[in-house]
């Protein structure tokens, strides 16, 4: 789905979204400036319920090892500019996407991810909503 | 900033002439080395015979010293200079080995001179293969098992023993010199022998073969308090097994699980921590794929060609910190300068990806083993940033200025798989090309990771690209939505690429994707993936999010740089260009450069106003010039690379400062150029041009042999041929069957060459020197020696090659900087050709005359200053007592398979100079190196059919024994054994010369060369003195 993340300061940021159950999310933001790590970022207790951002460009390289599969993710929702999706040489591994879609956790990409963080320091405001397209008009 | 260190001089050591391996990485290092000293107060002395470099201009520096870099030089400049401390870890190998033998000699002893920064007990453990070993045993860090020898013996005892493949690493030398894989007793056998010959400790390490493991490499920096940071981290796409300088390489890695990367980093950290740098220091490991297994492969205790493209990568000025550290200042006391508002202790995190692409020289070497090994051949480096890993890919093509289009190599189409394999597994620099040609195929990606060991998530990627074409090459450009165009270029295709695949006009695709409002933003470089503000102005495009550049209202001007290192066009280029936007930042303009080399001073961020890393396309140019609303460009300081866009420039309403696309026409069409040196009363040499075989027999029977031949459109003298007779002539004719006409037939005059440089207001002209060549015409300019300013032309000689320079600016009404290469033949002076841009030669004329002539140029080319009337100041050797030699330096002992001899086509990677009080002086320091290694050398073998008398004499006057009958093998190996003369075009003389090359002996293919080394001969010492007093001093002025 097409729609926009609104920030409480007003800015905007057009994106994609996946596996949402409702047509309006609101949510808290935090980010993640690792460069590798995001394997263990979406477990931390610290991110609990929050929208995490990436700000390494492409996410999920290494998929989601087989033995965490089964174990839910402490955050509410993933924010990432691109994910990759492709298949895996070992079956060890799960693809990120379908890990986040097993566990119905929020996926939104194809956001500015570097713009957004650089706005939340900026202001400090960190909560945001997301509305799909049909509802911006 | 004030001085941690209580010391007044420091002494900086170069890395002299620029070879494969050792680049313009180590000027950019050494400037800003010099900077951050400067900054701090402390008197600088520098030492590089390298004049195109920027560290060797005084503005870097208090005292330069041009002068030979070996260790008896270094210790008469630290006798006069006396020097309180010396840094040696930014003059790459060459640099450390140097320190390493002042040291060893006692010398930075005797001078009582402290070693700064990482000290040369810790040079030692991380370079001495068995020293580094013992550390590393200790630390319990794996290495893989090997061991050193000093025979071939010993390394087959040893190979039997742990089994083969192996690997043979020669000790201390550049870029992996004389290495390579031997699969079994016979390899091992000859590599070996050959690795001991160019170790100079003569020892070789063989160890277990890694091949085919993840190649990974970490820059790291530590201060003396132990405070260590990872600056960055940086992936091989090719596995081990080649070497880092020619693999493609992505920072951060990208393929490591986060453990993996973890478990890397804290190697690191311990290892150097353990050999106590204080500085950067560069490791390198191999990673098993599968089981988190790893070795260290090597350890560079100083800056290197990665930390150049690490600090490019990052934003974090690896070098500049690496000096302050060295002067005693803490990680944490130090400002970041990119971001200026955080600290130097804090890891730069990057949230692009910025991918390095080696360019190779096999596109003028046709001759040469083009295989890919532990054995640098790249001469230079491109390195393209993006968001996405597609479009960082496409950028880095497009940046190589190769032969492709898009993705596609056309030498490649109608390869069989089997043929395409075979370069693939036995790599070879069209590697990625063939690759991709096997996915077009329908090849699979496990198959080619089967093959190859690269990870899947780069095939993946290569392969995601190939689907995108196919899905392009369905469609037309009418049907093509907003959404489709814009993902394509998300993932980098170029609007050029689009176009050849849609089968549509590349500006259509570029008018209907400005229509869609697709246009790249720019993002800053800037240490912190955005944490914090960044004061840098340091962009990269990308296409989609927000735009991070707003355009200034200042009068600004965009110089475009020249791109990757490559024989024919080096960092000469880069100099001229970084002066240029020196000088106009000075005159008040806001300066912007654009360039893709990540080795160069032109791409700091401190250079210009603003710096764009893209490549030097017309799309990423003219999408430059459209953000930042610039009006006037400047073309001629970027080599043939900035020349190639003018038209197009001009055509988009660009004001070329200085020059016309139409004039750089008339310049470079050879029928135009003649016939206007015609209307100007310029003797210019006979020639004409062949359209057909027909043509070309006609024109051969009119113009008399000796005869030049070559392709119309030729860089640095790609495929040009010397014919003496009519029977070589069509010998050659009648073995070559697929002649691409038009080709060019020019007379061969072997006259005496000479070029000037000179700078023009349009209207007059200034001519700071006449550079005279040692050899005759028809040895390209940059392999030929010269000499500054000329010796021997006669007074009317230098008025008519004055007069013919003011004939044609008069007559072009050209502004900025022109070369005119001009041949003495039978009493006249001839033009040969007429470059309308900076040339090789700027930074030689400039630093030999004093002046500046980069910088004149754009003051000239603005119209910001007018040159004097009818006055013309020329240098010339009544007026002065010094005199500077040119020399080039040739990288063959990388490129297997080149035969060394001089002729049209350049070879030479780089070039080093040399003054003294008579020209005899200045070449006795060119060749004191190879006078040093062979002491007892006193043999003079000529192989040719008949020995000129005159030759014959002056080396017996030199004290030399001539002698012909010999057999090569056994003579190099004599120690009597020191120079190889060889003229002839024969296959004998090339078998020759290419085993003389082997084993590193000192050769000379042209007879004046030859008599200049003989002259060289009576000299018995010389004297070493700053740049500053070498110069000339008193301008004599033409009268007309």
């Not at chain 2, 330069?64 to 840094?87: F, H, M, S, W």
């Amino acid at each position: 789905m097409n729609g926009m993340m609104m920030l409480e300061t007003g800015e905007s940021y057009p994106c994609k979204c996946e596996h949402m159950e409702d047509l309006e999310v609101n949510g808290e933001l935090i980010f993640y400036t690792g460069m590798t790590g995001y394997e263990d970022a979406l477990f931390d207790p610290q991110y609990k319920g929050k929208y995490l951002i990436f700000s390494n460009p492409l996410i999920g390289i290494r998929g989601i090892a087989n033995s965490l599969k089964d174990v839910p993710p402490t955050v509410a929702g993933v924010i990432v500019y691109q994910i990759w999706n492709k298949s895996f040489p070992m079956d060890t591994f799960l693809p990120l996407k379908e890990y986040l879609s097993k566990w119905r956790i929020p996926l939104f990409i194809e956001v500015d991810t570097r713009s957004l963080i650089q706005s939340i320091c900026q202001s400090n405001g960190t909560t945001f909503k997301f509305i799909v397209e049909e509802k911006v008009k | 900033m004030t001085k941690r260190l209580n010391v007044k001089k420091i002494l900086v050591i170069g890395s002299g002439p620029i070879v494969i391996g050792q680049a313009a990485e180590f000027d950019y290092a050494g400037t800003q080395a010099c900077m951050a000293l400067k900054e701090d107060g402390y008197e600088v002395i520098l030492v590089n015979n390298n004049p195109a470099t920027i560290m060797t201009d005084e503005i870097f520096a208090d005292a330069i010293y041009c002068e030979p870099l070996t260790v008896e030089t270094v210790e008469k400049i630290i006798q006069k200079e006396r020097p309180d401390a010396l840094l040696a870890t930014f003059g790459g190998q060459t640099g450390l080995n140097l320190a390493k033998q002042l040291s060893e000699q006692g010398i930075v002893q005797k001078y009582g001179v402290k070693v700064i920064g990482t000290s040369i007990d810790s040079i030692q453990k991380g370079e001495d293969r068995s020293l580094f070993r013992q550390l590393m045993v200790e630390i319990g860090e794996p290495v893989p098992e090997s061991s050193i020898v000093s025979t071939a013996e010993e390394a087959i005892a040893f190979a039997n023993d742990i089994g083969y493949p192996v690997i043979i690493r020669p000790a201390y030398t550049l870029g992996g010199t004389g290495g390579g894989f031997a699969h079994n007793e016979v390899e091992l056998k000859g590599k070996v022998e050959k690795g001991l010959k160019e170790s100079p400790i003569h020892q070789c390490l063989i160890e277990r073969s890694i091949a085919g493991w993840k190649e990974v490499e970490y820059e790291v920096m530590r201060d003396a308090s132990g405070t260590c940071i990872t600056i960055c981290n940086m992936e091989n796409i090719d596995p081990v097994g080649i070497h880092t300088g020619d693999s493609i390489v992505v920072a951060p890695v990208q393929t490591l699980t986060h453990e993996e990367q973890m478990m890397l980093k804290t190697s690191a950290i311990k290892i150097i921590s353990a050999l106590e740098i204080i500085g950067g220091c560069n490791i390198q490991f191999a990673l098993h794929p599968d089981n988190q297994q790893y070795y260290l492969i090597e350890v560079n205790p100083r800056v290197s060609r990665s930390s150049a493209l690490a600090s490019k990568a990052t934003g974090y000025p690896i070098a500049w910190i690496a000096a302050k550290l060295s002067t005693g200042w803490m990680l944490d006391q130090l400002k970041n300068p990119v971001t200026q508002s955080t600290f130097a202790h804090i890891e730069p995190t990057i949230d692009y990806i910025a991918l390095k692409f080696p360019r190779w020289p096999f596109d003028k070497f046709q001759q040469v083993d083009r295989k890919l090994t532990t054995q640098m051949k790249a001469t230079g480096e491109i390195m393209a940033v993006d968001r996405t890993f597609e479009r960082a890919i496409q950028k880095a093509v497009v940046s190589l200025e190769g032969d492709q289009q898009g993705l596609i190599l056309p030498e490649l189409k109608g390869w069989s798989k089997e043929q395409l394999l075979d370069i693939i597994v036995e790599a070879d620099d069209r590697r990625f090309f063939a690759l991709l040609e096997m996915l077009r195929k329908g090849e699979s990606v496990e198959f080619l990771h089967s093959q190859t060991k690269i990870d899947l998530f780069f095939l993946n990627v290569m392969k995601s690209l190939i689907d995108l074409e196919r899905e392009i090459s369905g469609l037309s450009l009418q049907e093509v939505s907003k959404e489709q165009l814009f993902h394509w270029k998300q993932k980098g295709f170029s609007d050029e690429a689009i176009a050849a695949l849609l089968s549509a006009k590349s500006i259509d695709v570029t008018a209907k994707r400005k229509e869609f409002g697709i246009i790249p933003s720019y993002k800053n470089i800037d240490t912190c993936a955005g944490l914090h503000p960044s004061a840098s102005h340091y962009y990269y495009s990308t296409y989609g999010g927000k735009n991070e550049q707003a355009k200034s209202d200042k009068e600004k001007v965009l110089i475009i740089g020249s791109g990757p290192i490559r024989i024919g066009q080096g960092i000469e280029f880069d100099y001229c260009s970084v002066h240029g936007v020196m000088e106009l930042k000075e005159a008040g303009y806001e300066t912007i450069m654009i360039n893709n080399n990540p080795e160069t001073v032109s791409t700091d961020f401190v250079t210009a106003d603003r710096l764009y890393f893209e490549p030097l396309t017309l799309e990423s140019v003219m999408d430059v010039i459209e953000a930042e609303g610039v009006d006037k460009v400047i073309v001629q300081l970027g080599g043939q690379t900035a020349i190639s866009l003018a038209h197009d420039l001009e055509r988009a309403g660009l004001d070329l400062l200085g020059t016309t696309g139409e004039l750089i026409d008339l310049l470079e069409d050879r029928q135009l150029f003649y016939q206007l040196l015609d209307e100007l009363k310029i003797p210019h040499i006979e020639g004409d041009i062949a359209e057909s075989y027909e043509d070309l027999m006609g024109i051969t029977e009119k113009i008399p042999f000796p005869i030049l031949i070559r392709p119309s459109y030729v860089i640095g003298g790609k495929g040009m041929h010397r014919f003496y007779s009519k029977e070589s002539f069509e010998q050659w004719l009648n073995s070559y069957d697929k002649i691409q006409y038009p080709v060019l037939v020019d007379r061969y005059l072997p006259g005496k060459e000479v070029e000037a440089d000179i700078l023009c207001d349009g209207e007059q002209v200034s001519m700071p020197a006449i550079i005279e060549h040692i050899e005759k015409a028809g040895i390209h300019s940059g392999d030929s020696m010269a000499i500054l300013p000329a010796v021997s032309l006669k007074k009317d000689e230098e008025q008519k090659i004055f007069e013919y320079a003011q004939k044609l600016v008069k007559k072009l009404s050209y502004k900025g900087i022109m070369n005119i290469q001009y041949v003495l033949y039978d009493g006249v002076v001839y033009v040969l050709e007429v470059n309308p841009r900076a040339s090789r030669t700027v930074p030689l004329v400039s630093k030999v005359c004093g002046m500046n002539a980069a910088r004149e140029s754009v003051l000239l080319m603005t119209g910001k200053k007018q040159l004097p009337i009818a006055s013309m100041p020329i240098f010339s050797h009544e007026t002065d007592g010094n005199y500077a030699v040119k020399y080039p330096v040739f990288s063959n002992f990388a490129l297997q398979g080149l035969d060394t001899l001089v002729g049209p086509e350049m070879k030479a990677t780089g070039e080093g100079i040399a003054f003294g009080k008579t020209v005899e002086e200045a070449l006795h320091k060119i060749f004191l190196p190879q006078k040093n290694k062979k002491p007892y050398g006193k043999e003079l073998y000529c192989l040719t059919d008949e020995i000129d008398k005159e030759l014959l004499k002056n080396a017996e006057h030199a004290g030399l024994a001539v002698v012909t009958d010999v057999k090569i093998k056994e003579w190099t190996k004599k120690e009597e054994a020191f120079v190889f003369y060889a003229p002839c075009e024969d296959e004998k003389s090339k078998v020759e010369r290419m085993i003389a090359e082997q084993s590193r002996m000192l050769t000379f293919t042209e007879k004046e060369s030859l008599m200049a080394f003989l002259s060289s001969l009576h000299v018995t010492g010389y004297e070493v003195a700053p740049l500053q007093q070498w110069k000339m001093k008193k301008p004599e002025v033409m009268k007309l």
